[in-house]
T-cell receptor, first 113, second 113 residues
Framework: EAQVTQNPRYLITVTGKKLTVTCSQN?????MSWYRQDPGLGLRQIYY???????DKGDVPEGYKVSRKEKRNFPLILESPSPNQTSLYFC????????????FGPGTRLTVL | AQSVTQPDIHITVSEGASLELRCNYS??????LFWYVQSPGQGLQLLLK????DTLVQGIKGFEAEFKRSQSSFNLRKPSVHWSDAAEYFC???????????WGAGTKLIIKP
């Protein structure tokens, strides 16, 4: 089944403890992206990747890192999480950067205490 | 500036009544527009999309949307809502800037029995 998977789905952590949220797609998509969803703000793009080894900042990149060593994986790294990063995170992929329709993972709910 | 506005934070509709959710966009070129639905605690499901052509777009679950360029709008409609339609609805615009989706803040639909 074609899909985008994220792990973990739920995570509660403490301030400053490094964490990684994984994202993987099995559709051979070139483009991948991370969004965060906050009440009243919709979704906002954190980082995106046009292809392997090519990443760039979205609208809200502060406090996050990403890497794209393989086409299928696009992990989101929080080196020192803070409470303002408590949010619902979505990974998305599309065939290419200009591939307009994006496919979303199920989301990861992160709470930073 | 590119933006999506959903003017209604909440809408309450009686079961069986018709529904219209408003979406206005600002974009300098031909817009590619989407409606997504998010049920409580769930991920994002694509309801419908507009790329070009017929301005009345049919989607899943009996939803439709009409693109009106003159009004910069892409309103979502359903002739008769069911209790299972209670969810949050998001309008989104594809932007070639960062190849991202730009999201409205969402409209929460409440169904009265």
């Amino acid at each position: 089944e074609a899909q985008v998977t994220q792990n973990p789905r739920y995570l509660i952590t403490v301030t400053g403890k490094k964490l990684t949220v994984t994202c993987s797609q099995n559709m051979n998509h070139e483009y991948m992206s991370w969004y965060r969803q906050d009440p009243g703000l919709g979704l906002r793009q954190i980082y995106y990747s046009m292809n392997v080894e090519v990443t760039d900042k979205g609208d809200v990149p502060e406090g996050y890192k990403v890497s794209r060593k393989e086409k299928r994986n696009f992990p989101l790294i929080l080196e020192s999480p803070s409470p303002n990063q408590t949010s619902l995170y979505f990974c998305a992929s599309s065939l290419t950067g200009g591939g307009i329709e994006q496919f979303f993972g199920p989301g990861t709910r992160l709470t930073v205490l | 500036a590119q933006s999506v506005t959903q003017p209604d934070i909440h809408i309450t509709v009686s079961e069986g009544a018709s529904l219209e959710l408003r979406c206005n966009y600002s974009y300098g070129a031909t817009p590619y527009l989407f409606w997504y639905v998010q049920s409580p605690g769930q991920g994002l499901q694509l309801l419908l999309k507009y790329f070009s052509g017929d301005t009345l777009v049919q989607g899943i679950k009996g939803f439709e949307a009409e693109f009106k360029r003159s009004q910069s709008s892409f309103n979502l409609r359903k002739p008769s809502v069911h209790w299972s339609d209670a969810a949050e609805y998001f309008c989104a615009l594809f932007s070639y800037s960062n190849y991202q989706l730009i999201w409205g803040a969402g409209t929460k639909l409440i169904i009265k029995p």
